[in-house]
């Protein structure tokens, strides 16, 4: 049996995370306030780390019960209230991005990647794998390259990886269901020193090396286009959309197995 360690959401697409100690799951699927907001340019495409390594100059934190955004970046400090400031918010982003930018929110979904898909979950153990493969990588930058929402301890390295592929069995994680939909294909921000912005020497070719040489005989390598992929991308389904996760919580095999 495993256990919820850790509940991230990312209020605003592409910038930092904000633990919780418990997340509703929202009618779309997702978890309350993870990509509630994103900056979209004039052309409709969204500001984040696939498109620019600025957000690593940017330190946010962020309030759920406020929704007061704290932004730190180049030695001045801003806050914003994102439901009533919206506006001013997005022409301040706007002169740090350089670009014309407007602040949207969608409170039922959120701006997700993959819009028909819902929470992404990895494991402690494989965060550990993982860090250990670069000299200069600690479990916590780990974390913060791959930004999962979910992290459950007391599993395997790479035990997400049981989840896809046909026949693939789901999971229960506080009574809310979780089924595999794909692994996560990886983009440069893993590459990347989440503080500094700096990608790390050879990043992604000992990223695919490792991952073969580690890649779990329970997992089925059909299921997994690249090796440049890691973090298991789930679904929940319809009848646990009002469910709330929590940290603490047990995570188990859907038929109650461990």
Known sequence: MGTIERLTVYPVKGLDGVDREAAAVTPGG?????????????????????????????????????????????????????????????????????????????????????????????????????????????????????????????????????????????????GVRFEGVTPCGRCVVPERDPDSGEPTPEFRERFVEQRAATFPEWADRSAFDHLYTLMLIARIPDVDRSGTLRVGADVMLSDGNS
């Open 30 to 174: 997702t978890l309350a306030h993870d990509r509630e907001f994103a900056l979209f340019d004039d052309d409709g495409d969204v500001i984040n780390g696939k498109r620019t390594d600025r957000v690593h100059d940017l330190d946010t934190s962020f309030d759920p019960a406020t929704t007061e955004l704290t932004v730190a970046v180049d030695g001045t400090h801003e806050r914003f209230d994102l439901m009533a400031e919206r506006e001013r918010a997005a022409e301040w982003f706007s002169t740090v991005f350089g670009a014309d930018l407007t602040l949207k929110q969608d409170q039922s979904l959120g701006y997700v990647d993959r819009r028909d898909m819902g929470p992404s979950v990895i494991s402690t153990a494989t965060l550990r794998e993982v860090a250990s493969w670069f000299d200069a990588v600690t479990v916590e930058g780990a974390r913060r390259r791959l930004r999962a929402n979910v992290e459950v301890s007391g599993v395997p390295a790479f035990w997400e990886d049981r989840f896809v592929g046909e026949d693939a069995p789901a999971f229960e994680a506080g």
